[in-house]
Structure formats: C-alpha cells, structure tokens
C-alpha cells in the first residue's frame, strides 16, 4: 500500500509539472496571434491554427495505430465539435487584435462556470446552491472586467465570453464520447474538422468580403510567427494531454489559472500591457469562484466514488 501511495504520488506530482509547463507554454500562443492580428484576419490565424494541430497530431496517431479511432466518432459530433472549437478561436483572437493579452484569457476564464450550467441543463447534471452562488460572483467577476473594457474595447470586449460560450458547448460535447475515444484521436478530429471548417469560412470571407475571414498571403516575417503559433500550440497541448494521462482532471483544474499569470507577463513584455485594479479583482473574483467550483466537483465525484464502492 505504502508503494501504490508512492507511485500516485510521483505520478500527481509529474502531471502537476507537466500542466504548469503547459500553462506557461499556451499563452504563447496567444501571443502570437495578437502580433499576426495587425497583418492577418483572425480568420486566417485561427485556420493556421488548426491547420498545425492537425499536422502534428497525424503522425502520433499514425504511429500509435490510432486513426481509425477518430474516424469511428459520429460525423455530426465530428463537425460540431470541429465548428464550436474553431468558432471559439476565432472569437478569441478577433478580442486579441484590440484587447490586452490579460484581460482576454481572464474574461475567458468564466468557461467553467458556463460549463457546469451546460452540464445542468444539456448533461442533468444537479448544480446545488453552493455552485449557483460561486457561478453568479464568478460572473460579477467578469462584469468588472468586462464594463470598463467595453467602454475602451466596443463589442470587441464580449467576445471573449462569447469565445467560453462556445468552447463550454466544446467541453460538452467531448465529455459524451470521451470515454469511447482516446486523447490524441479526439485532439486530431476536432482540429482537422476546424480546419476544414475554417477553410470553408475562409473562401466565403473572400466572396463575400468578411473582414475577420478574408485571406491574404503572408509575409517572411509572419510565415515565421505563424510557425511559432503552431509550435507552441501543439507543443503547450501535449503537455497539456500529458498532465491529464497522470491525474484526474479535477486536481489539474486549478493550475489553469496560472495562464492568466503568465498571460499578464508576457503581455507586458511584449505588449507593455498591465491590467489595472479592477481587472485584478475581477481576475482573483473569477479564480476564487472557479477554484471553489472545481473543489466542489471533487468532493461530488469523491462521494460518487464511495457510494460506489459502498454499493459493490
């Protein structure tokens, strides 16, 4: 016993590192897209976007014989999630071109509590009053933000919420076949369908003359940031599948929030971005709701576990 309690702790202990890795890693991606904002459309780097998970991830499940797996998903649950995970890029780097790099990711961070209301009402998922309070300060936390923002920003400064909209309705779709597919499969479909998905947005953009969606060729400077965008989102996301393969999601959860940290010193180091006052209490309203929800999630799936156990 005292070796299995070992080995699950060496093992919580390497997904801990991994997703802090991941989490410093990921901003960087964002980065990235906001400096292509002033040549490229949001459009545009969001299918680059994709278009380098999908080429990274094909020799993985190649070599791991796993292709065939991501075929066998349900071809509308394929596009759903391919058109809901690229709908909501493209939200968030269309808020990057004119927004701080900070206050975008922390509007973002209200995905968990828009998730567990999906999970209420799409998943029948009970959501007792504990969590119905820490979901309505973690949106009085994003109302702080958000009021100032959108006297500066316009409309620019909801489409980070309307990019977390999107990427709950993601969550909730991957959480139904999760357990019949594996990581990478899942990984390799949503990106391969969202870059089909914006390909065709993309020739629509340049019928129709869509700002966000018309296309243009890139220059040697932005062919070489757009390479950067695709390492460190496919670098950032196998970090990320790592940590999740060695621990349960719930005790990774709260490490997401460092991307806000790391968000904030890469936007002052390269954009000399700081966020003010009321963004910092906005940003600690919206962890401290999101961690408490996550805490609850745990105790709810421990109890489960039990009863369980109890049942056998």
């Known amino acids: 016993?005292?070796?299995?309690?070992?080995?699950?702790?060496?093992?919580?202990?390497?997904?801990?590192?991994?997703?802090?890795?991941?989490?410093?890693?990921?901003?960087?991606?964002?980065?990235?897209?906001?400096?292509?904002?002033?040549?490229?459309?949001?459009?545009?780097?969001?299918?680059?976007?994709f278009l380098f998970q999908a080429g990274f991830l094909l020799p993985v499940v190649l070599y791991r014989k796993e292709l065939?797996?991501?075929?066998?998903?349900?071809?509308?649950?394929?596009?759903?999630?391919?058109?809901?995970?690229?709908?909501?890029?493209?939200?968030?780097?269309?808020?990057?071109?004119?927004?701080p790099l900070a206050e975008s990711i922390s509007i973002f961070f209200v995905e968990p509590m828009i998730l567990t209301i999906?999970?209420?009402?799409?998943?029948?998922?009970?959501?007792?009053?504990?969590?119905i309070m820490a979901i309505?300060?973690?949106?009085?936390?994003?109302?702080?933000?958000?009021?100032?923002?959108?006297?500066?920003?316009?409309?620019s400064a909801l489409w980070p919420l309307c990019a977390a909209v999107c990427f709950a309705f993601y969550v909730v779709l991957t959480r139904q076949i999760s357990g019949r597919v594996g990581t990478y499969p899942m990984q390799f479909s949503a990106g391969l369908m969202a870059f089909i998905v914006m390909?065709?947005?993309?020739?629509?953009?340049?019928?129709f003359d869509i700002d966000v969606l018309t296309p243009a060729l890139p220059s040697i400077n932005s062919i070489w940031m757009v390479f950067g965008l695709g390492v460190f989102a496919t670098v950032g996301h196998i970090f990320l599948v790592s940590a999740v393969r060695y621990a349960d999601?719930?005790?990774?959860?709260?490490?997401?929030?460092?991307?806000?940290?790391?968000?904030?010193?890469?936007?002052?180091?390269?954009?000399?971005?700081l966020p003010d006052?009321?963004?910092?209490i906005g940003v600690t309203i919206i962890i401290g709701s999101g961690v408490y929800l996550m805490h609850r999630e745990r105790l709810s799936?421990?109890?489960?576990?039990?009863?369980?156990?109890q049942s056998r």
Not at 136 to 144: P, S
């Open 277 to 280: 006052r009321q963004t910092l």
């Open 301 to 309: 799936r421990l109890r489960d576990r039990q009863q369980a156990s």
């Open 136 to 155: 309505f300060v973690g949106f009085i936390g994003a109302i702080i933000i958000i009021r100032p923002s959108f006297e500066i920003f316009g409309w």
């Open 199 to 207: 390909a065709v947005a993309l020739y629509l953009g340049h019928i």
């Open 118 to 131: 999906l999970s209420a009402v799409l998943l029948g998922e009970t959501i007792r009053y504990r969590r």
């Open 68 to 99: 065939l797996a991501s075929l066998r998903i349900s071809p509308v649950i394929q596009f759903m999630r391919g058109a809901l995970v690229a709908l909501a890029t493209l939200f968030f780097f269309s808020a990057l071109k004119y927004m």
């Open 1 to 49: 016993m005292t070796n299995l309690n070992h080995d699950q702790h060496h093992q919580h202990g390497k997904a801990v590192l991994l997703m802090v890795i991941a989490m410093l890693l990921l901003p960087g991606l964002d980065a990235f897209a906001k400096l292509l904002s002033d040549e490229l459309s949001a459009g545009q780097i969001v299918f680059y976007r």
């Open 249 to 273: 999601t719930s005790l990774l959860a709260p490490f997401q929030y460092l991307e806000i940290i790391s968000a904030t010193i890469l936007g002052y180091l390269i954009f000399s971005d």
